[in-house]
């Protein structure tokens, strides 16, 4: 029987997540702080925007008195509040930047990553493998609408989202404490159909790879006239298939 220890060192060696969080630290450590430092922003300052609005309303209502402590501490709330606010605006275009940087830094290291892997046998044997070419497309997201170089970007604005959650049940604790726990529990019951049904669109997509490799192939034969051209596609319409179309709707 397998023990803890080694199944939890197993979720880790194949954690998709953890391995996006290594490469990045290692190769790209400024990227990866950067990422960090929004994460940690995204997750927290809309809760701090909402504590700090609230704390201007209430010093507000102390003005009223208009006594001079709490004109002061109606002018400080305020500051922070705007600071906070204006903090907050500032993370779109923040992340933006950081979705480019980290775009063209992984995809660059993911095409380096691809070519090591696929010059390391001797021969081209393995590249006529059909699995091994499913494999190359499904690393490269060509097939999909998704880019293997977002991940980093990806995975930060997922855990900012899931820890400003967090922080809002938290906040909302501080009131009423079986809001929030009701909050939690009712969070934990959709996270597991959610999942379940990503990981079965992903597994859908993964074993229809060859389908759609194909299928994109045929496209660009249609489509494309560089690729009709030199492929000699155009020569169906006076009755003569060419083979290397055949050849290539088994690749």
């Not at 989202?161 to 009423?176: E, K, N, S, T």
């Not at 909050?183 to 790879?209: H, I, S």
């Not at 489509?223 to 009755?239: I, Q």
């Amino acid at each position: 029987m397998e023990s803890p220890i080694s199944r939890l060192k197993k979720i880790v060696e194949h954690s998709a997540r953890l391995r996006v969080v290594r490469i990045v630290t290692e190769d790209f450590p400024a990227l990866a702080a950067g990422l960090t430092i929004w994460t940690l922003a995204r997750a927290f300052l809309p809760v701090a925007s909402l504590f700090a609005m609230g704390k201007m309303v209430s010093d507000l209502g102390d003005a009223s008195t208009k006594a001079p402590d709490a004109l002061h501490r109606l002018e400080v709330s305020t500051i922070v509040f705007a600071a906070v606010y204006v903090a907050s605006t500032l993370l779109t275009p923040i992340y933006s930047g950081l979705e480019a940087a980290g775009r063209v830094r992984m995809t660059y290291r993911m095409q380096h990553r691809l070519m090591q892997a696929v010059s390391a046998p001797i021969g081209i044997a393995h590249l006529e493998d059909p699995t091994v070419t499913d494999a190359i497309v499904s690393a490269e997201g060509s097939l999909l609408s998704y880019n293997p170089g977002d991940a980093p970007s990806a995975l930060a604005q997922v855990t900012a989202i899931r820890l400003w959650g967090l922080g809002c049940c938290l906040a909302v604790g501080l009131f009423r404490w079986w809001v929030a726990i009701v909050l939690t529990l009712g969070w934990l019951c959709v996270r597991r159909p959610v999942r379940n049904m990503t990981r079965a669109t992903r597994r859908a997509w993964g074993l229809e790879t060859q389908v759609m490799r194909r299928a994109w192939y045929f496209s660009e034969l249609s489509t494309s006239a560089a690729v009709a051209k030199r492929s000699g596609f155009s020569a169906w319409r006076t009755g003569w298939w060419p083979s290397s179309v055949d050849t290539g709707s088994t690749g």
